[in-house]
Structure formats: C-alpha cells, structure tokens
C-alpha cells in the first residue's frame, strides 16, 4: 500500500509529542536462570571444546530468544534446555562440578517459571487486551519467526486470535503502513541481530506511542534511532526536539514501570546478556553477513556487499541476468542462482535423493520403532542440537529444492552410524566402491549448492561464456516462474560442459548476523540462523 506523503505530514501535525511507555520486568526465578545460563555460555565456549561451544551457542540462542520474544516458559522449554545439555548427572560427569551445579539451578528455575509463567508473555497479552478495549489502532513489530510466540497467546480462549494484518516484520512493512496509535514491541531497542528493529521507528514515527516490553537489564542501543538529520538529543540519546527532513518537530518522552524483583537488581548487577553475547561473536573468526530466505526451511548467507549473481523475474528488467548486492540492488522476489557447473560428466548428482533414498527410510522406520530411544542414542553419540526430536522429524521428510539432513558433516556422519549404516558401502557413478555417508554427504552439500571439490565450481560472478549462456536460457528461465520454490536449468549439452543452475527466490533479508567462512554462501537450515544472530 502506498501512502501519501500529505498523510504522514498530517500526522506529525497532529502528533506533536511521540511517548515511549517502558515495561521494565523482573522475576527471581528468571535472574536464576539467565545469571547460570550466561556463566555456562561463557565457561563452555572459553573451554576451547568443539563440544561445548556448540553448547554454548545452543544455550547463548535459547537465552537470546527468551530475552526477546514473549516465550511460554513449561516442558518444552525445559526440554530444549536438556537436548543440549543431557541429564544432570551426565553434566557433571562430562563438564565438572561447577557447570554441574549452574545447571541444576538454572533447571529448577525454569521449573518454577513453568508453574508460575513468564511475567513478560503476561504484560504483553494484557496490553493486547487493554489496546482492543480502548479501540486504539495499533500494530506489533517482531521478526517472522518470533510471531507463534505471539500467536499463541490466547490460545487459551481469554483473547481473540491475532489477525496476520496486526504484525510488521521489516522496514518495507512500515513504510507501507499508514499512521496509527500504538506500536507493540519485546526486547530493547536494537538496529542489528536479536529483537532488532530498523531505527525508523524512533526518527520516522508513523504512530503516537511505543508500547516497549523488556526484562530487567535489556538496555537499547544508546545511538537506535540517531540520524544526523534529527538534532536535539537528550541524554539517553533520545530525539527530544528533533527536526525532520520535512521541517516537522516531534518530541519523545519516556516512562519507565517497573514489574517484580530480581536480587541482581539491588545491587545494579545485571549484565545487557545481548550485548555480551554480541562482543563473544565479535571476538570469534566470523565475518558480517546477510541473511537471505529461500523458503519456509531455509536460508543463505552472504558477506556484507556481497556481489551476488541472480535473477530479475520483471519482464521490464534492463539486465535481467546479473550481479547484485543483497539488500540494495538484489531484492525480494529476484532469484539467486547458484552454478553447478562441470567439463566432466559424473553422472549428475541431484536433489531427487538418489542416495538420500537408501538412510531416510532407515530414519522413519527408527522413528516409527521409538522416537525416544533414536533421540537417546543420537545424544550418546554426539550430536548436541536444540530440540533434537524436531530436527529429526524434519531430517526424515523427502527432498525438495535441498535434501533435508543434518546441517554439520560430522553430525551427519554420526547419524547413519547410529541408524547402522556407518559402514554401509555402495557404487559411486564412476563405478567406485565408497561409504554411503560419503556419498550420501556430497549429494546434500550438491543440493544445497555447495561446492564440491572434485570438478564443481561455485562463484559470484560468472565469466563471459556462462553470463551468456545464461542470457540464452531466459525463455527456458522464465517459462519456469510459475513455481513458488527454487528450480534449476540445465546447462546446454552443446555448451561442452555439463551441471545446472539453481535458482532460488528471494522471500526476505535480514541484516546484523556474524556468520563463520566456511558457512557463507551455502543453504542452511533456518534454525541455524540464530546462533550467528548479533
């Protein structure tokens, strides 16, 4: 929807002063909680141990969430936390004493918070309920995935459902809104990574008041919202008296209420745990990236500015076929397009699952038997990941656009071992007897577009020859748009070389992650997306 310049105008006419109502909430069990969490984080990740750092990003993901969403705090929760930590005498026994204890703790008090709730999903769905009352136009901002959070509720029946027309999720969704009352939102005020919001919010206001829920010691950016064109500044860097490009002043005023009580609070102890976090992944080998969706499972990585090549399905398009940096001239609705292009024919490797074929139904027949005991024994093994029991369930479903399997190599190794097909051995298409996993592993890294080292090649900017043969094929590309996920074309037989191109459409972006080299540029499964979350 676009909205008329003259409406904001009128608005910030009519709205001279903006307010920012500030719910500041505390709770003894939650300080327990977070307090341990954060030392375990810390311990796990300095300890250098492959194992324990992927604890610790586990843990360092589930607090994050928590911090910044209004969770519903009872057995799942506490099951998450078990799924990456194992029971508490296997805790003390592998990490000693002391991360023993930390986790005890920590364990009872989600306990308690699962008796008692959480007081942040409380004050949210009571704003909900008090907005509705007084009929005041209001709108919820929170990422995609934080929205079943809110969702859920009212559940219960005290409250309507929330309609989908309530929630905006990105800067495009805000700039298409027109002005309203009120604006819902969890967590600080942040430009970058958990609970971020664009800093439009604060120096372009479309709404009269921001309603802000937060937990005790979630402090906002001191610089969220600065523009150099707003001056006027107050102490906590807040537009006061700003002066807008149009010549329109609004003034903020803030209100502080404080809920419940935390012991860390007494003593002014509580530690901002997102922008320690923040400076751990900084400290690591990691660089800036981007976040691009693909589809409902899955998502890409790029490095800031990233020349990416990819497609514009717009039939005006000048260059329909070219490179693109995310987030600028790469935008939603184009297509990546990911080359898997060889001079050597092995025999086509691709995500109809050939290999995929022989583990999955091993996988759905283990889970059919007892889920509980396949769950047990992929623990005992190694393979440390939140919600196990999900991620499993989403390992055994057919291939699509990717072949749905295990993110890490190692993981996956430890997978068919435990299905008993570690020693598998099958006939390679060059004829070679190799190990299923092996196979089986080249065959997901193919389908998520990965580079395989013998004979594939995968880059940002194809040369002359293959932007060209590109070009050839837009009849061919443009006959397939029909489908809402990915597809590939096959590059011509006449060309002397053999592959495919993939094609993956854009469904969103997202900014301020810090993401590892080696997992840039491949498909990943959404769920990993957080541990990289700034």
């Given at each position: 929807?676009?909205?008329?310049?003259?409406?904001?105008?009128?608005?910030?006419?009519?709205?001279?002063?903006?307010?920012?109502?500030?719910?500041?909430?505390?709770?003894?069990?939650?300080?327990?909680?977070?307090?341990?969490?954060?030392q375990i984080?810390?311990?796990?990740?300095?300890?250098?141990?492959?194992?324990?750092?992927?604890?610790?990003?586990?843990?360092?993901?589930?607090?994050?969430?928590?911090?910044?969403?209004?969770?519903?705090?009872?057995?799942?929760?506490?099951?998450?936390?078990?799924?990456?930590?194992?029971?508490?005498?296997?805790?003390?026994?592998?990490?000693?004493?002391?991360?023993?204890?930390?986790?005890?703790?920590?364990?009872?008090?989600?306990?308690?918070?699962?008796?008692?709730?959480?007081?942040?999903?409380?004050?949210?769905?009571?704003i909900?309920?008090?907005?509705?009352?007084?009929?005041?136009?209001?709108?919820?901002?929170?990422?995609?995935?934080?929205?079943?959070?809110?969702?859920?509720?009212?559940?219960?029946g005290?409250?309507?459902?929330?309609?989908?027309?309530?929630?905006?999720?990105?800067?495009?969704?805000?700039?298409?809104?027109?002005?309203?009352?009120?604006?819902?939102?969890?967590?600080?005020?942040?430009?970058?990574?958990?609970?971020?919001?664009?800093?439009?919010?604060?120096?372009?206001?479309?709404?009269?008041?921001?309603?802000?829920?937060?937990?005790?010691?979630?402090?906002?950016?001191?610089?969220?919202?600065?523009?150099?064109?707003?001056?006027?500044?107050?102490?906590?860097?807040?537009?006061?008296?700003?002066?807008?490009?149009?010549?329109?002043?609004?003034?903020?005023?803030?209100?502080t209420?404080?809920?419940?009580?935390d012991?860390?609070?007494?003593?002014?102890?509580?530690?901002?745990?997102l922008?320690?976090?923040?400076?751990?992944?900084?400290?690591?080998?990691?660089?800036?990236?981007?976040?691009?969706?693909?589809?409902?499972?899955?998502?890409?990585?790029?490095?800031?500015?990233?020349?990416?090549?990819?497609?514009?399905?717009?039939?005006n398009?000048?260059?329909?076929?070219?490179?693109?940096?995310?987030?600028?001239?790469?935008?939603?609705?184009?297509?990546?397009?990911?080359?898997?292009?060889?001079?050597?024919?092995?025999?086509?490797?691709?995500?109809?699952?050939r290999?995929?074929?022989?583990?999955?139904?091993?996988?759905?027949?283990?889970?059919?038997?007892?889920?509980?005991?396949?769950?047990?024994?992929?623990?005992?093994?190694?393979?440390?990941?939140?919600?196990?029991?999900?991620?499993?369930?989403?390992?055994?479903?057919?291939?699509?656009?990717?072949?749905?399997?295990?993110?890490?190599?190692?993981?996956?190794k430890?997978?068919?071992?435990?299905?008993?097909?570690?020693?598998?051995?099958?006939?390679?298409?060059?004829?070679?007897?190799?190990?299923?996993?092996?196979?089986a592993?080249?065959?997901?890294?193919r389908?998520?577009?990965?580079?395989?080292?013998?004979?594939?090649?995968?880059?940002?900017?194809?040369?002359?020859?293959?932007?060209?043969m590109?070009?050839?094929?837009?009849?061919?590309?443009?006959?397939?748009?029909?489908?809402?996920?990915?597809?590939?074309?096959?590059?011509?037989?006449?060309?002397?070389?053999?592959?495919?191109?993939?094609?993956l459409?854009?469904?969103?972006?997202?900014?301020?992650?810090?993401?590892?080299?080696?997992?840039?540029?491949?498909?990943?499964?959404?769920?990993?997306?957080?541990?990289?979350?700034?």
């Open positions: 929807m676009v909205v008329a310049i003259s409406e904001l105008f009128d608005f910030l006419d009519r709205s001279r002063t903006q307010s920012i109502e500030r719910y500041e909430m505390a709770s003894p069990d939650f300080g327990v909680l977070r307090r341990n969490l954060r984080i810390v311990s796990l990740r300095e300890s250098g141990d492959p194992q324990g750092v992927d604890i610790s990003d586990g843990l360092r993901t589930l607090l994050s969430e928590w911090l910044t969403v209004p969770a519903k705090f009872d057995e799942t929760t506490l099951e998450a936390m078990s799924d990456l930590m194992g029971q508490r005498e296997a805790v003390r026994k592998r990490w000693g004493a002391d991360v023993g204890a930390l986790f005890d703790d920590g364990l009872r008090a989600m306990e308690n918070l699962a008796s008692t709730g959480n007081p942040v999903r409380t004050q949210v769905a009571d909900i309920r008090s907005l509705r009352a007084t009929g005041v136009d209001f709108k919820i901002y929170c990422h995609v995935r934080a929205r079943q959070h809110f969702n859920s509720l009212f559940d219960d005290s409250g309507a459902p929330l309609a989908d027309g309530l929630f905006v999720h990105s800067i495009r969704d805000y700039r298409e809104l027109a002005p309203f009352d009120a604006l819902l939102k969890v967590g600080p005020l942040r430009a970058y990574g958990w609970g971020s919001a664009p800093d439009a919010l604060i120096n372009a206001p479309r709404f009269a008041r921001l309603e802000q829920v937060v937990w005790s010691g979630s402090r906002d950016e001191p610089d969220f919202g600065y523009d150099p064109v707003l001056v006027g500044y107050n102490s906590d860097h807040r537009p006061t008296d700003a002066i807008a490009k149009t010549g329109s002043k609004f003034n903020w005023v803030s209100r209420t404080h809920y419940g009580e012991p860390d609070a007494v003593h002014q102890n509580i530690p901002d745990e922008e320690l976090f923040r400076q751990i992944i900084k400290g690591g080998e990691a660089r800036a990236a981007t976040l691009i969706q693909i589809d409902d499972d899955h998502v890409i990585f790029y490095p800031q500015y990233a020349q990416v090549l990819s497609f514009d399905p717009d039939p398009a000048h260059q329909p076929i070219g490179s693109r940096i995310p987030g600028h001239t790469l935008t939603e609705g184009m297509f990546l397009i990911k080359p898997s292009i060889s001079n050597v024919n092995f025999g086509g490797l691709h995500a109809d699952g290999y995929s074929n022989l583990w999955k139904p091993r996988l759905e027949s283990e889970i059919a038997s007892d889920m509980f005991d396949l769950v047990r024994r992929l623990k005992e093994s190694g393979i440390a990941l939140v919600s196990l029991r999900s991620l499993v369930h989403h390992w055994s479903r057919p291939p699509s656009t990717v072949i749905h399997a295990p993110q890490e190599k190692k993981h996956f430890l997978l068919l071992e435990v299905l008993g097909l570690g020693d598998e051995a099958v006939l390679a298409p060059n004829g070679t007897v190799l190990p299923l996993w092996q196979l592993w080249e065959e997901i890294r389908s998520r577009g990965e580079a395989i080292q013998t004979g594939f090649l995968e880059r940002e900017i194809l040369d002359e020859e293959l932007t060209g590109l070009i050839r094929l837009l009849p061919d590309i443009r006959g397939k748009l029909q489908t809402t996920a990915g597809f590939r074309v096959n590059v011509p037989a006449s060309s002397g070389m053999s592959g495919d191109f993939l094609f459409r854009v469904c969103s972006m997202e900014k301020g992650f810090k993401v590892p080299e080696a997992k840039l540029k491949l498909v990943q499964d959404i769920g990993m997306a957080d541990r990289w979350r700034e």
